[in-house]
């Protein structure tokens, strides 16, 4: 019933900017962490950003130059990149997690993001 849906992906040339977004419908009030993964071709699923109430973390590799944003009114999440490179090539995937008393994940469909050098 929840769903995640991602937008904003697509080919860039190295040095540029994209901002991806993704939007929460469904019933749920609140989530925990909201953030993004990635997954290059032939490579595992990785963590890009979250961001919590009270934390963000990012990835080494992305530390400077990716912004994440939340609005909790709203339950939607956003990914500003900047100063894109070629290994930032992957699907973007947005991700959303809740707890009671279990933890509960949410996966959007994934993004297209191509930098090209």
């Known amino acids: 019933q929840v769903q995640l849906v991602e937008s904003g992906g697509g080919l860039v040339q190295a040095g540029g900017s994209l901002r991806l977004s993704c939007a929460a419908s469904g019933s749920v009030n609140s989530f925990n962490a909201m953030g993004w993964y990635r997954q290059a071709e032939g490579k595992q699923r990785e963590l890009v950003a979250t961001?919590?109430?009270?934390?963000?973390n990012y990835a080494d590799s992305v530390k400077g130059r990716f912004t994440i944003s939340r609005d909790n009114t709203k339950n939607t999440v956003s990914l500003q990149m900047n100063s894109l490179r070629s290994e930032d090539t992957a699907v973007y995937y947005c991700?959303?997690?809740?707890?009671?008393?279990?933890?509960?994940?949410?996966w959007g469909q994934g993004t297209q993001v191509t930098v090209s050098s």
């Open positions: 991700y959303a997690d809740r707890w009671n008393y279990w933890r509960y994940e949410y």
């Open positions: 961001t919590t109430r009270t934390s963000t």
